[in-house]
């Protein structure tokens, strides 16, 4: 069941946005470990615009989610942004997903 969600989104400095793509490609692998993760999503919004979305299944899956590694990933890629990283926490109200 999909219970809460988190919203990221990042404007990168150009010229980064070949790294920030694959980036978020290869962040599927670990997220696809997480049984809490319900659902993840990456995005892309226009030339310089990216982010995720993630589902779990509860506020505890949340925290797992973002495990050291996982802050320090974010922290190391703060050098690709052209400014902060958005990240909104959303309830989720209804869902379909599949299985």
Do not use: C, Y
């Not at 809490?36 to 892309?44: C, D, I, K, L, Q």
Request: glycine share 8%.
């Amino acid at each position: 069941m999909a219970v809460v969600g988190d919203l990221i989104r990042s404007e990168v400095k150009p010229g980064n946005e070949a790294i920030v793509e694959h980036g978020l490609q290869e962040i599927l692998s670990r997220v696809k470990l997480e049984p809490a993760t319900t659902a993840w999503f990456a995005f892309r919004l226009g030339l310089s615009t990216f982010g995720n979305f993630t589902v779990f299944s509860d506020e505890q899956g949340r925290q797992a989610h973002f495990s050291d590694e996982t802050l320090a990933r974010m922290e190391k890629a703060n050098e690709l942004l052209a400014q902060q990283r958005i990240m909104e926490k959303v309830d989720i109200l209804a869902a379909k997903l599949p299985g």
